[in-house]
């Protein structure tokens, strides 16, 4: 089955950039999303079809896509954006799938 | 507001059966896919299934195929999740989730969340 892959954990500290990986055969062909999940709480999608920003979300947030690897970047990270992180994208059949999710902790 | 409440979740034995409900205000529900997303205890997101806004297709996971049925009613504004054969590693967190798509029908991802509804399944 088709699967995306996400590094554990990433640290920074404030202020700095974060910079969250998702990797997946099908990402040159396919978009992909990210959503942050903050313990407790439902998933809030913070970037679609690659690098689009919901209205609401801060501009901090950005994506981008280079074959097959998307990345998150978030840019002055402040203590409010640690959260769990993950990418979802959909395979040939249009099955979705999600990432295995990246705990952002803010030093 | 736009909302979705999950349902209908509880303990239950292996092998047994339960249907989970998603009861969505706010906005046009017949305009929208959905899908159903789980989390299990201290794990990750999992997709389990979507439905087209008339109900005509239908996708599930590897993992709940021939076990779990979505559907839903339109004239009631909610999604259904019948889950049959359960197992102890379904016990997670179910939210269902709105599937947002822009004018040219190009996915624009999960727009929209429930809190979730917790299913443990125990002997």
Not at chain 1, 24 to 32: E, F, R, V
Not at chain 1, 37 to 52: M, N, R
Not at chain 2, 30 to 54: C, F, T
Request: aromatic share 12%; proline share 4%; charged share 15%.
């Amino acid at each position: 089955s088709y699967e995306l892959t996400q590094p554990p954990s990433v640290s920074v500290s404030p202020g700095q950039t974060a910079r969250i990986t998702c990797s997946g055969d099908a990402l040159p062909k396919q978009y992909a999303y990210w959503y942050q999940q903050k313990p407790g709480q439902a998933p809030v999608l913070v970037i679609y079809k690659d690098s689009e920003r919901p209205s609401g979300i801060p501009e901090r947030f950005s994506g981008s896509s280079s074959g097959t690897t998307v990345t998150l970047t978030i840019s002055g990270v402040q203590a409010e954006d640690e959260a769990d992180y993950y990418c979802q994208s959909a395979d040939s059949s249009g099955a979705l799938v999600f990432g295995g999710g990246t705990k952002l902790t803010v030093l | 507001q736009v909302q979705l409440v999950e349902s209908g979740g509880g303990l239950v034995k292996p092998g047994g059966s339960l249907r989970l409900s998603c009861a969505a205000s706010g906005f046009t529900f017949s305009d929208y896919y959905m899908s159903w997303i789980r989390q299990a205890p201290g794990k990750g997101l999992e997709w389990v299934s979507y439905i087209s806004s008339s109900g005509s297709t239908i996708y599930y996971a590897d993992s709940v195929k021939g076990r779990f049925t979505i559907s839903r009613d339109n004239a009631k504004n909610s999604l259904y999740l019948q889950m049959n054969s359960l197992r102890a590693e379904d016990t997670a967190v179910y939210y269902c989730a709105r599937d947002s798509y822009d004018s040219s029908g190009y996915y624009d991802g999960m727009d929209v969340w429930g809190q979730g509804t917790t299913v443990t399944v125990s002997s």
